[in-house]
């Protein structure tokens, strides 16, 4: 089955692979971050979460926006009898009627009889994404037209670096736009192959 195809049954009963795969225990506090155990985690003090293990240097950072929180879905698989509440992360904006991942993590899930238990984690950690977001936006809110434009030009630098650091070969760029026309201008011919370490596109 294609995964766009997926129903929020599909992916749950993938998960729980005829047991209790996925099953979350606890909410999980790390020196910066909180999380559920598996690989997505909100950082305490910046407006970032990560996916991956936490102590492992393997996984990407984002940052939160006000689309990003966690949301629970009550279940009852009628060919295996489990049951039990999903745990999702609204990773962006999503049609509420598709039935694909549209924009949604998997994290798990907690048996029925925990509800309360779950409601009040994620209580929390959407209280604390949602005053990372307003810090971040009411910060970005003070700076000043030289200000904001001193963090797109490192930002800019910094993604330079990364994809150099991947061994692309990467022209220079002044500021963001500059960098996405150029970067499509690289990929017209088709993907950008960043395994071979080259900008040579990948074989059809």
Known sequence: MDEDDMTDE?????????????????LWE????????????????HPLFKDGPMRDAS?????????NRFEKTRFHLADTGARGWAVWFLRGPRDAASGSMDNRS???????????????????LNSLI??????????????TEAERQAVSDRHVQ???????????S????????????????MGKDGP???RSGSTRKRES
């Open 59 to 67: 996984g990407d950072i984002t940052r939160l926006t006000s689309y």
């Open 158 to 168: 910094r993604s330079l670096a990364f994809f150099r650091s991947l061994g692309i």
């Open 30 to 45: 790390t020196k910066d971050a909180w999380g559920f155990g598996g690989s997505l985690w909100i950082a305490k003090e």
């Open 10 to 26: 599909d992916h749950i009963r993938y998960m729980l692979d005829g047991g209790e795969r996925g099953l979350i225990e606890r």
């Open 192 to 194: 950008i192959d960043l």
């Open 106 to 124: 998997l994290c798990g899930w907690v048996h029925l009889e925990r509800e309360a238990e779950l409601s009040g984690w994620l209580d929390f």
């Open 130 to 143: 949602e005053t990372h977001v307003e810090k971040a936006s009411a910060a970005w809110s003070a700076m």
């Open 170 to 185: 990467m022209p220079d760029a002044e500021n963001m736009d500059e960098l996405v026309d150029k970067m499509q201008e």
